[in-house]
């Protein structure tokens, strides 16, 4: 999203304007200007509507939205394919903008969506990379619910829509990716979670009713997207060139588990191809497993604009009216830009579609639109009537956000004697870095306007007396300021210096080609660290990984930090864990690979798997066995903690059929069907103890080795739990295996497999040899 800036902008312009006349022309009004919420079926104002069945509550959502269909012409259902949906005054139907964002809190990015008098700011979270390292399932949950708390107060006072392009749950597949920092990391176990589990935040209704939604989540972008721009590369020309494999246990597990788990109410398909085929023309990825496969409740959207990119720019129709049909054909209900709306009428015409597809595409957008209530009267006597200006940025949301931030943060390394700062020892702190002090590039991108900022310097001031010198201009400085760096930190009891990247290093429409701290930060730290008097703490704020061998190995850097992009409450979040106030138990979600990689690794390589004959690493932790500067699941803690194995089995078996051929013969694997596992799924009991004394939080990572057939991953993750012990204290931590479900592998063509045989299970250092046999 987001080539939407030009396409957008006359919206943005518009909106700007009504709003400023809004103000101008009603100047004299005291009391604050508040505009009503948009919805349809106003009996009030139109009594007749009350007769139509569509705006009849006590009927059932389908029967509503047939109703509505048949009232339309072919002309007005066009209007309801594109995000700035149609009105139908007859019908008391108003103009809907679908278009809102709320990636990690309301956002001012698409047009659904301002902030203004009334309300000023939402609270603006941790980008997502790092709420993704505290892996807390029940933190992403409870995120997504503060969020569409504040998005229905907004939308109360016609602030803000009900249908949000959120999340970003595509794979974290290379290190440069400029996005990679708007999603839940490399793993498709934990974007499964976070995506879920976001998505039941945002969606679920109080109302009682399971089909009703508080407002709707999306699942974005379908499929295989993970490159914005790269080396002459863009996202709007890129062929995804994807394993059926790779497909299978890779790409496709977030989006199956967003739709089965998360029930969300929409999915967004891409700009690239996968395979030769724009994913929003293709009908096997949308109406095939999106629709058929997974049972979609609710529409399927396009990137913006991307059905004018796959004519325009993929040229992959002939004619305007081809893509068009196309699309809609393959499963595509909802057109993010105007071109459906250009073009459907005459595809209709031309016979290249037939009236009741498009029956078919925008009854899946009034169904949801139903479930919000949109079609119900007025919301502010509903059951979110009463959220208001008053339920946005709230003292308890903004704590979350501070929560959330505090979770997620990474210590990578922790000399004996460096962190937690004490506040009675350490009495002053020289304070370093281009981010230091900074307030936007802590929120990201896909960002609102945050309720309020705290700097790593406002947060670490109010612990210590601070001395502050920036050392660099931005984060890509040419030339460092080294002399007045190196004097603070000489003198002062500790250093911090808070480094890294921001947008103008890593954002949409912009992928790095290098891993290395930009600009002369690595001089800047290694020559601050030669001269401090004190613990060197090295901060780390961005979304991507970075080659920081250096610093690693420099024993006078005594800490390191990573920190994401941590949210408005950021510097809040990284003083509680400096000076020990929270005891750090974020993990990384993603691998930090050294420079060498990118060198040897072509971007649009989207293999997953290694590949001897031409030295191909391969990706991510499931697959790369090379070097690492740190790994998924890295983090300490300022505790110890220690597994043991209370209860697993050493033999499973999964009973065949007679006739199955593997009884007489010797199988690598089998199928993995549901029935046949039915009586394969067990227990594995750990007792898991803090050995320090100080409490915290603790991470138990489930990973499983397969047997290696069907080049399966080395290792990857299958459960995890996150546990708070008190210092000195233990509890059991149980993990419930399927093994069709977890410990099956995907084969060459993308069917799921169990391996027979020897399965290694690893819990931290501890590991536990399992046997698969029939
Ligand atoms: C209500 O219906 C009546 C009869 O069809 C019509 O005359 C009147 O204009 C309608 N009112 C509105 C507000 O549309
Ligand atoms: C609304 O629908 C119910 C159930 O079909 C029906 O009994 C009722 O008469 C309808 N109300 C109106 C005002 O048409
Ligand atoms: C730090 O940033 C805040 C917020 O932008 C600003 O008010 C303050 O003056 C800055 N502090 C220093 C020492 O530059
Ligand atoms: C870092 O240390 C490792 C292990 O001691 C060494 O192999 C490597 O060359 C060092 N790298 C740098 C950049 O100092
Ligand atoms: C997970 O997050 C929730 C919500 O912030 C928090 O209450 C809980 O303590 C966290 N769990 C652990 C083990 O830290």
Redesign the pocket.
């Known amino acids: 999203m987001l080539r939407s800036f030009k396409l957008n902008s006359p919206v943005f312009a518009m909106g700007v304007s009504v709003f400023l006349c809004f103000i101008f022309c009603f100047s004299s009004v005291r009391v604050l200007a508040q505009t009503p919420p948009v919805f349809a079926c106003d009996v009030r ?4 509507l009350s007769s139509f069945g569509f705006c009849n509550t006590t009927m059932g959502v389908n029967d509503r939205v047939s109703d509505l269909v048949k009232r339309l012409t072919l002309q007005e259902k066009i209007g309801f394919l594109v995000n700035a949906a149609g009105s139908v005054n ?1 019908l008391g139907i108003p103009k809907y903008e679908w278009w809102s964002e709320a990636l990690h809190g309301v956002s001012y990015v698409g047009p659904g969506t301002h902030f203004s008098s009334v309300v000023p700011g939402a609270t603006s979270f941790p980008q997502v990379i790092l709420t993704a390292a505290s892996f807390n399932a029940s933190l992403f949950e409870a995120i997504g619910k503060v969020v569409s708390t504040e998005a229905r107060a907004m939308y109360n006072v016609g602030l803000a829509g009900l249908t949000y392009w959120s999340p970003n749950i595509n794979i974290f597949r290379d290190p440069r990716w400029g996005r990679g920092q708007e999603t839940p990391g490399e793993d498709p176990l934990l974007s499964s979670k976070y995506g879920s589990g976001y998505v039941k935040g945002l969606q679920q209704s109080d109302d009682g009713n399971p089909n009703a939604l508080k407002v709707a989540a999306c699942c974005k972008h379908y499929t295989a997207y993970d490159l914005d721009n790269w080396k002459g590369t863009d996202r709007y020309h890129f062929n995804a060139v994807v394993t059926k494999q790779d497909l299978d246990d890779t790409f496709q597990p977030p989006f199956k588990s967003c739709v089965l788990d998360g029930n969300v109410a929409s999915v967004m398909c891409s700009y690239n191809q996968v395979n030769g085929k724009p994913t929003c023309a293709d009908p096997d990825l949308l109406a095939g497993i999106i629709r058929s496969e997974w049972k979609l409740n609710g529409y399927i959207v396009s990137d913006c604009d991307s059905v004018d990119v796959l004519y325009n720019q993929q040229h992959y129709t002939k004619t305007p009216e081809e893509a068009a049909a196309k699309t809609i054909l393959a499963g595509l209900d909802l057109n993010c830009g105007s071109f459906l709306g250009q073009h459907t009428e005459a595809a209709v015409k031309g016979g290249l579609l037939v009236e009741s597809d498009v029956d078919k595409a925008i009854s899946n957008n009034f169904a949801t639109l139903m479930r919000l209530g949109f079609f119900d009267g007025d919301p502010r006597k509903g059951l979110y009537g009463k959220l208001g200006p008053k339920d946005v940025c709230t003292q308890e949301n903004q704590e979350l956000a501070r929560e959330a931030a505090r979770q997620g943060i990474v210590l990578l390394k922790n000399t004996k004697g460096s962190l937690p700062l004490s506040p009675t020892t350490i009495k002053t702190l020289a304070v370093i870095g281009p981010n230091a002090n900074v307030t936007k590039t802590m929120i990201g991108n896909y960002e609102g306007t945050p309720c309020k900022y705290t700097t790593p310097l406002q947060g670490l001031i109010a612990s210590v007396a601070t001395t502050y010198q920036p050392g660099c201009s931005n984060v890509a400085c040419s030339s460092a300021d080294v002399d007045n760096a190196k004097n603070i930190a000489a003198s002062a009891d500790a250093t911090v210096l808070v480094m890294g990247a921001d947008q103008s290093i890593e954002r949409e429409s912009l992928d790095r080609n290098d891993l290395l701290l930009p600009g002369q930060q690595p001089l800047l730290i290694t020559e601050v660290a030669k001269v401090a008097k004190g613990p060197v703490i090295l901060i780390i704020m961005s979304g991507g990984g970075f080659d920081i061998t250096f610093a690693k190995n420099d024993s006078k850097v005594t800490s390191i930090l990573w920190v994401g992009y941590p949210g408005e409450a950021g510097g809040a979040a990284i003083a509680d864990v400096i000076f020990g106030y929270y005891n750090p138990s974020g993990r990384l979600p993603m691998t930090w690979y050294p420079q060498s990689y990118v060198d040897k690794v072509p971007m649009t390589n989207m293999n997953m798997r290694p590949d001897t004959a031409n030295g191909y690493p391969g990706r991510t932790y499931r697959f790369y066995t090379g070097d690492t500067v740190y790994s998924f699941g890295d983090g300490l803690s300022y505790s110890t903690f220690n597994h043991q194995l209370v209860k697993a089995p050493k033999l499973v078996s999964i009973p065949l059929e007679e006739d199955h051929v593997c009884r007489s013969s010797d199988c690598k694997s089998i199928d993995a069907f549901e029935q046949r596992c039915q009586n394969s799924i067990f227990d594995i009991h750990m007792k898991v103890q803090n050995t320090g004394l100080i409490s915290g939080s603790h991470t138990v990572f489930l990973f499983s080795s397969p047997p290696f057939v069907h080049n399966s991953p080395q290792k990857h993750l299958i459960s995890f739990e996150k546990v708070f012990l008190s210092g000195k204290g233990e509890a059991m931590v149980r993990f419930n295996v399927d093994v069709c479900k977890d410990l099956s592998v995907s084969d060459e063509v993308g069917s799921r497999k169990v391996a027979m045989g020897e399965h290694l299970l690893h819990v931290g250092t501890l590991k536990h040899s399992l046997t698969i046999r029939i």
Do not use: E, H, L, T
Request: avoid cysteine.
């Open positions: 104002s139109n009594p007749n007859r």
